[in-house]
């Protein structure tokens, strides 16, 4: 799935490292989601877009896979 | 809350932070290194029986190498998945794949040892047997999965 996971991380300087231990999973996990080669499951969509504080279909974008 | 801690969420597993628990097989790192060491125990007692103590103990220095390779090995995200420890709802994905990829492997090669069986002149046992079990293990799961869902 199309995401801008790693926009907005660089955007705030984390290292995928960092984002991961923030969103309690591994960093090959993070790295995953940037290369859209694993979607995260709803709680995770939902705690990434929490953390960056936006919608989460500005984060997500569904259609685009 | 753009720059929050959410460590608190564990995220073990696939599905919500409600049910982490019922996700999570592997609790501590050491569950299946002394797993494997006890798989080696079984394979040595078994054979010792057998009256075949040295491919037993062949049988229990390989899984012993196994645990040690699982315990050890935490430079490698494979082997800290297949140890368990650390394991995040991607791992849990992974791990239900390769369950069912493997599930598939057995089956077909069931099947053909089964019809290999059948076109011998046997009765095809114990491969019918236990995919009757694999079977109905399948329907029972399905059934409860689905209950529960």
Redesign the interface.
């Known amino acids: 799935m199309k995401n801008e996971i790693r926009e907005l991380r660089t955007a705030?300087g984390l290292s995928q490292e960092d984002l991961a231990?923030?969103?309690?999973?591994?960093r090959?996990?993070i790295n995953?989601i940037e290369k859209e080669r694993?979607t995260?499951?709803?709680?995770?969509a939902l705690?990434l877009a929490?953390?960056?504080?936006k919608p989460v279909e500005e984060i997500f974008d569904a259609k685009g896979e | 809350?753009?720059?929050?801690?959410?460590?608190?969420?564990?995220?073990k597993g696939?599905?919500?932070?409600h049910d982490a628990d019922d996700t999570e097989i592997h609790p501590s790192r050491w569950w299946m290194p002394l797993f494997s060491l006890f798989l080696g125990g079984l394979i040595l007692a078994a054979m010792w029986i057998g009256g075949n103590p040295r491919d037993g103990l062949w049988g229990f220095a390989l899984l012993a190498g196994v645990g040690a390779l699982l315990l050890f090995g935490t430079r490698s995200?494979t082997l800290q998945g297949l140890g368990g420890p650390?394991r995040?709802?991607?791992?849990a994905?992974i791990d239900i794949h390769a369950t069912a990829l493997t599930g598939l492997v057995v089956l077909v090669v069931l099947i053909g040892a089964w019809l290999w069986e059948l076109a011998h002149g046997r009765d095809g046992g114990p491969y019918g047997q236990i995919m009757a079990v694999a079977g109905l293990a399948y329907i029972v799961s399905v059934v409860f999965l689905r209950w529960r869902s």
């Open positions: 705030r231990k923030k969103m309690d999973v591994s090959q996990t995953s694993y995260p499951s709803l709680p995770l705690t929490r953390f960056f504080a | 809350m753009t720059g929050g801690n959410c460590s608190d969420n564990r995220r696939v599905g919500s932070d995200e650390g995040d709802e991607r791992w994905m």
